[in-house]
T-cell receptor, first 112, second 109 residues
Framework: DAGVIQSPRHEVTEMGQEVTLRCKPISGHNSLFWYRQTMMRGLELLIYFNNNVPIDDSGMPEDRFSAKMPNASFSTLKIQPSEPRDSAVYFC??????????FGPGTRLTVL | AQRVTQPEKLLSVFKGAPVELKCNYSYSGSPELFWYVQYSRQRLQLLLRHISRESIKGFTADLNKGETSFHLKKPFAQEEDSAMYYCALKGQGAQKLVFGQGTRLTINP
């Protein structure tokens, strides 16, 4: 198993553009989490899904952020429009039991 | 509210010296506590959890409910311990983890 897969690994875009981050969880894991990592705030939970259903999106910073999980093997995090303060590393993680998280390699987003 | 505090953003110690990464939490019930580690160019991964009461790579962590702490300790640091360390908390019946801000540990030769 390749583990959690994220794409792209790096994204550089200009302010105002739409950004879509993708995640493929580990097969059989029923929970999926999106985190944002910054120097100032560390790891922040943005949203998580259980059995493809969004459970808690209270960490989503504002309406510019949206996330979907159309099936058990795919999730997207979209930012529209993007702003420079969105620059961060975005991690996807999946879990079979809400205890151990299995993290993807992350997507480093730079918004100019 | 659930909160995890790692007071040191950066920690630097010499090889062979003891190391302690501090973690304090705020939670009214009985939490589950974890330490995650991210080595250079590797994924964030679970290092240990308090319910396992095990030593991983020479690291141990004891949950102190009186002091609401879960400090990570190792008696003799090694260069390969250099990494980013995150303390995390899961509340009773909760489905998500709350992470601290992380501590970057550097082991000097």
């Amino acid at each position: 198993d390749a583990g959690v897969i994220q794409s792209p690994r790096h994204e550089v875009t200009e302010m105002g553009q739409e950004v879509t981050l993708r995640c493929k969880p580990i097969s059989g894991h029923n929970s999926l989490f999106w985190y944002r990592q910054t120097m100032m705030r560390g790891l922040e939970l943005l949203i998580y899904f259980n059995n493809n259903v969004p459970i808690d999106d209270s960490g989503m910073p504002e309406d510019r952020f949206s996330a979907k999980m159309p099936n058990a093997s795919f999730s997207t995090l979209k930012i529209q429009p993007s702003e420079p303060r969105d620059s961060a590393v975005y991690f996807c993680a999946s879990s079979p039991d809400y205890n151990e998280h299995f993290f993807g390699p992350g997507t480093r987003l730079t918004v100019l | 509210a659930q909160r995890v505090t790692q007071p040191e953003k950066l920690l630097s110690v010499f090889k062979g010296a003891p190391v302690e990464l501090k973690c304090n939490y705020s939670y009214s019930g009985s939490p589950e506590l974890f330490w995650y580690v991210q080595y250079s160019r590797q994924r964030l991964q679970l290092l240990l959890r308090h319910i396992s009461r095990e030593s991983i790579k020479g690291f141990t962590a004891d949950l102190n409910k009186g002091e609401t702490s879960f400090h990570l300790k190792k008696p003799f640091a090694q260069e390969e311990d250099s990494a980013m360390y995150y303390c995390a908390l899961k509340g009773q019946g909760a489905q998500k983890l709350v992470f601290g801000q992380g501590t970057r540990l550097t082991i000097n030769p």
